[in-house]
């Protein structure tokens, strides 16, 4: 049996005591109850080590004793609420959350009559064609906790878990409603998208089967019910609770977890399962390049990011105990520039260019438009595909002429040749000429290609013919790359 006692309380009776194990016996080392010994002893100061009779003096070198900080339960933050509530659902004693969170409402808004103070007066809300439109965005700190000395081979490395403080969320339903609501949690708990989203139902007064999910061949012809937003959504997917359950069905693009169209998310409702169409992107895919902070967002649809007193960031729960309403100002505000600029993107991209869907990147705009201007039938003409009908939906497949150029003539191309010239250089005057999208430019003077026709020389000769005649065919052609 080891005693743990306090350096400043010399004459204080032991804090705590531990049993070592045969394992710990052998690797001399002691681990103790955080819990225990914050509550016996709430200052952060050096522990000794009060070694029974008869304990082997080799073993006591090599004793460590770890106190990581103990787990503070920070008080009730003062909710910015409006006085009254702009409609009887928005109640957050409806909320049914796990044990060690508490859930607050920060404001309220209705479309009709009503404009947001925080986004500017040209700004509406609106769902996009959803039914529940969530900008979700957390606040977390990393702590530095002991090596598991059960587990790790090497002892010496300590592990990094984020403590998530708060979950905050954006929430606009197709009625026309808004809601900003903060979730705050204690250490070591973390909140389920299931609970996300029926905390966002409930507070907006959307029923069940207003989110309920298309069948499954009408998926890709209608909106999903649910779209989920979030900027860099890598910190909030890996503080949700279900995010193995969320892995299966996502995709990675640039380090961002999205999904490829609608898919199938079961959430608990009324102690119902109901299955839901989830649509999750990121504004980071439709940022220019360069531009893919949320500050530089706030910018573009004038909702600036506020910024925190030094050195707050890396410690987040101290900092909302000591000013709530900074915390909650800045988490909501996050997800303000994150809705308001998926809004302007999506208003460029159905109102201005006309796009009949939101692309998932910036790229998907170019690809996009160049499809509306081509028109679908000339786009797979252009690729060499063809439309064939499936069982329940039309399949799109490469032609025969197609297989064969990816089959013989991709694999043949081994890349360009790039030739330096050493000469003699004089006390002329040299010109270094750098061209802006050259290869752009190059790619769209070349012709369409023609998978309908296939010709076969024997004489190389014959090749200049059949370019000469293509060109002079492009000439009239509509059709460029």
């Not at 787990?71 to 003062?78: L, Q």
């Not at 909140?191 to 309920?212: F, W």
């Not at 299955?275 to 909702?303: F, H, M, Q, S």
């Not at 064939?388 to 150029?405: D, F, M, N």
Request: hydrophobic letters at 40%.
């Amino acid at each position: 049996m080891i005693q743990f006692t306090d350096i400043a309380k010399t004459t204080s009776p032991p804090l705590a005591s531990v049993s070592l194990s045969d394992r710990a016996r052998t690797r001399g080392i002691a681990i103790i109850n955080a819990r225990a010994l914050a509550e016996a002893s709430p200052t952060r100061l050096p522990i000794s080590l009060k070694y029974p009779d008869g304990y082997k003096e080799h073993r006591r070198r090599r004793l460590k004793a770890y106190r990581p900080p103990a787990p503070v339960t920070p008080p009730e933050p003062t909710p910015v609420i409006t006085p009254e509530p702009l409609w009887p659902e928005c109640d957050p004693s409806r909320i049914y959350l796990p044990d060690g969170t508490r859930v607050s409402v920060y404001s309220q808004y209705v479309k009709e009559g009503v404009k947001s103070p925080h986004m500017g007066e040209w700004f509406n809300f609106d769902t996009f064609g959803h039914a529940l439109v969530i900008s979700l965005d957390t606040e977390y700190q990393a702590d530095v906790m002991p090596p598991d000395r059960e587990t790790d081979d090497d002892d010496s490395i300590p592990h990094i878990v984020n403590d998530i403080v708060s979950y905050q969320m954006l929430a606009v339903s197709e009625e026309g409603r808004a809601v900003e609501a903060i979730f705050y949690c204690d250490t070591g708990i973390r909140i389920a998208l299931t609970e996300l989203i029926e905390a966002a139902r409930r507070l907006l007064g959307l029923k069940p089967k207003q989110l309920r999910a298309a069948s499954k061949h009408m998926r890709h012809k209608v909106p999903a019910q649910v779209l989920l937003l979030s900027h860099f959504g890598a910190a909030e997917w890996a503080a949700l609770r279900d995010r193995e359950k969320l892995g299966e069905i996502l995709q990675i693009i640039r380090k961002a977890p999205v999904s490829l169209g609608t898919v199938a998310y079961k959430v608990k409702m009324n102690n119902r399962t109901v299955e839901c169409g989830l649509t999750v992107a990121d504004t980071t895919l439709i940022a220019p390049a360069g531009k893919g902070r949320l500050a530089a967002l706030g910018d573009v649809v004038g909702v600036p990011k506020l910024e925190l007193p030094h050195g707050a960031i890396k410690r987040m729960r101290g900092f909302m105990q000591e000013d709530p309403k900074m915390f909650a100002d800045y988490g909501v505000n996050d997800c303000r520039i994150t809705y308001a600029y998926y809004a302007k993107m999506h208003s460029l991209a159905k109102g201005r260019i006309g796009l009949p869907k939101m692309p998932l990147t910036l790229g998907g705009f170019g690809v996009e438009g160049y499809r509306e201007y081509t028109g679908a039938e000339g786009l797979n003409r252009l690729l060499g595909l063809i439309k064939v009908p499936g069982y329940r939906r039309t399949q799109i497949e490469k032609t025969l002429s197609r297989q064969v150029a990816d089959a013989f003539f991709a694999p043949a191309f081994s890349g360009g040749l790039n030739v330096a010239i050493q000469g003699e250089f004089t006390n002329t005057l040299v010109v270094d000429l750098d061209f802006a999208s050259c290869y752009p430019s190059a790619a769209a003077s070349l012709p369409a290609l023609t998978w309908e026709r296939d010709r076969s020389v024997e004489d190389p000769r014959e090749i200049c013919d059949i370019l000469l005649d293509t060109l002079n065919q492009y000439q009239t052609s509509t059709i460029a790359l």
